[in-house]
């Protein structure tokens, strides 16, 4: 994985008010197969940019025009999982190589991440790769990509995010046609039927992929992180509303009334709410 900010990448169009953070997977000769170890590195990457308060959109890619992504590495997977060093399946935690879906905690954390996440896509997004770009919250396409599953060709399935949230972006008939049949999609069948936003010209990718953040960059920040969290408190049950709570929880401690709270608890005082309005 590499990965770097704004100044690098190829200037959109207007102003913007904060940096992206560009994050490439980048193992072309495998058309961006992931390892355990790509997934770490990536999870690492997006928890620098979340970090980063300069940061305020994250724009996931992969290395080269043939592929975003083609999903797990079929080289290193296991009978259990996928393996961390295949010369060693039985090795233990420490220098780790026992089975593991490292997959399923990186789609949690793009979807808890606060700060909108871009696939841009040239090339192939399939298998576990296209169930990543549909973690993504918006997909730029070059109108060479190309996306589909290929699970139960290959003895695998994501009947997670990878098939919740296509079911409800393109209905769950379609969604089951997607998996049942391991087909292929062209760019403009993708964006017919909702998979991405928009399609352009592979050479003109990162320019409008570019400008797409940019326009989400001269918004408020906050609006977009619990416009984020609002439109998965639902699809993520619990742990959605926790997101969606907590944020306001952030909005709160501005208040002076939950900051009359902390403060009696300081000064070893009872708290004295009377002032603060029994709102409508
Ligand atoms: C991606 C696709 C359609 C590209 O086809 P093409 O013709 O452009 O390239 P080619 O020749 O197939 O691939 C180039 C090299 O990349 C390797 C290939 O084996 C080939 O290697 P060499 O022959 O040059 O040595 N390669 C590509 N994808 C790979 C992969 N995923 N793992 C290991 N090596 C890979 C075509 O390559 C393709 O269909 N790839 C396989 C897609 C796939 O089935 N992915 C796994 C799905 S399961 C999954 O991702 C998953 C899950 O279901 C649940 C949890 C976690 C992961």
Redesign the pocket.
């Known amino acids: 994985v590499s990965s770097n900010h704004g100044p690098e990448l190829e200037p959109g169009a207007g102003p913007s008010a904060g940096s992206i953070a560009k994050i490439t997977i980048d193992r072309p ?3 961006n ?1 992931f390892r355990p170890q790509t997934l770490i590195e990536v999870s690492h990457a997006l928890e620098r940019a979340r970090e980063d308060t300069a940061v305020g959109v994250i724009l996931l890619t992969g290395e080269g025009p ?2 975003f992504c ?6 290193v997977r296991g009978d259990s999982g ?1 393996l961390t060093d295949p010369d060693n399946p039985d090795r233990q935690p420490s220098g780790a190589s026992v089975g593991r ?1 490292h ?1 399923t905690d990186l789609q949690i954390q793009m979807r808890r991440l606060p700060k909108p996440i871009v696939a841009m896509v040239a090339g ?1 997004a ?4 296209h ?1 990543l770009h549909l973690c993504c919250d918006l997909t730029i396409a070059a109108d060479n990509a ?1 996306f589909g599953q ?2 139960p ?2 003895g ?3 009947g997670g995010f ?1 098939a919740s949230v296509l079911s409800d972006l393109v209905g769950p008939k379609k969604a089951k046609e997607i998996w049942f049949l391991c087909r ?1 999609y062209s760019a403009q069948e993708a964006l017919a039927m909702g998979l991405v936003n928009t399609v352009v010209p592979l050479d003109e990718l990162e320019a409008e992929t570019v400008r797409w953040c940019e326009e989400m960059l001269a918004n408020s920040p906050f609006a977009l992180r619990l416009l984020k969290a609002s439109f998965h408190a639902a699809e993520d049950g619990y742990a959605g509303l926790q997101q969606l709570a907590h944020d306001t929880n952030l909005l709160f401690y501005g208040s002076e009334e939950a900051q009359e709270g902390r403060d009696a608890y300081k000064q070893k005082r009872h708290p004295d709410f009377s002032r603060f309005p029994k709102r409508a």
């Open positions: 000769e495998v058309r197969a043939l592929a083609s999903g797990g590495d079929q080289q996928y879906f997959v192939y399939i298998g576990g790769g169930v190309r290929t699970g060709k290959v695998s399935f994501d990878g292929q």
